[in-house]
């Protein structure tokens, strides 16, 4: 079964602190694939990135930047510079090759940016 | 155009009520996904179509019905729903079925009453 831990339920940064989020998964698959999604206010879900397990080469998109460590099995998300937009629920989900098509979320991470 | 769109946005309906969700997309994917999401709490699946056929029911409730007419549009119809039904309806798509990314619509806010 997999399974995603992100054990921090809810952060508050004042603005311009970076924020990291951590994200720990169990999979007993050697094939697998890691995301991230935001969550606003708003309700939708949007899609950050997607990281499938041989692809251990950390990955920046301005100020979004995500730590890959097969050996710790640790998908961590940092926030550089934090802004009031990025208040939102930041949800790390995995979907194995094998079975099924559910992705496995992590119960989420209320981020709060204090102007 | 990486847009899932829902309507209605929110919907109040009494328990004997039946009522519909829909959901479109023009992105060419060929899976689709209904979740239920509860506030707090991560999404859960209910279903998922894959070309348009049933792949996967999560021990979802009768008085849900999934139906997906083509390729593009996907509905959630009710009927008979308890006040604990009420919440987050997400609809999603992605390339196909699996690991690929889905894209989520924003949502219909459901209470039931």
């Known amino acids: 079964a997999q399974k995603v831990t992100q054990a921090q339920t809810e952060i508050s940064v004042v603005e311009k602190e970076d924020v990291t989020l951590d994200c720990v998964y169990e999979?007993?698959?050697?094939?697998?694939?890691l995301f991230w999604y935001k969550q606003p206010p708003s309700g939708e879900l949007v899609f950050l990135i997607r990281?499938?397990?041989?692809?251990?080469q950390n990955e920046i998109s301005g100020r979004y930047s995500w730590n890959f460590q097969k050996s710790t099995s640790s998908f961590n998300f940092t926030i550089t510079a934090s802004q009031v937009v990025d208040s939102a629920v930041y949800f790390c989900?995995?979907?194995?090759?094998?079975?099924?098509?559910?992705?496995?979320f992590g119960k989420g991470n209320q981020v709060v940016v204090i102007p | 155009d990486t847009e899932v769109t829902q309507t209605p946005k929110h919907l109040v309906m009494g328990m004997t009520n039946k009522k519909s969700l829909k959901c479109e997309q023009h992105?060419?994917?060929?899976?689709m996904y209904w979740y239920k999401q509860k506030a707090k709490k991560p999404p859960e699946l209910m279903f998922v179509?894959?070309?348009?056929?049933?792949?996967i029911n999560e021990s979802v409730p009768s008085r849900f019905s999934p139906e997906c007419p083509n390729s593009s549009l996907l509905n959630l119809h009710l009927h008979a729903l308890q006040p604990e039904d009420s919440a987050l309806y997400l609809c999603?798509?992605?390339?196909?079925?699996?690991?690929?990314?889905?894209?989520f619509g924003q949502g219909t806010r459901l209470t039931v009453v």
């Open positions: 999603a798509s992605s390339l196909r079925a699996g690991h690929t990314e889905a894209f």
């Open positions: 989900a995995l979907s194995v090759t094998y079975g099924n098509n559910r992705l496995a």
């Open positions: 992105m060419g994917h060929r899976a």
């Open positions: 999979t007993r698959d050697t094939t697998y694939y």
């Open positions: 990281r499938n397990s041989f692809d251990e």
């Open positions: 179509y894959s070309y348009e056929k049933l792949s």
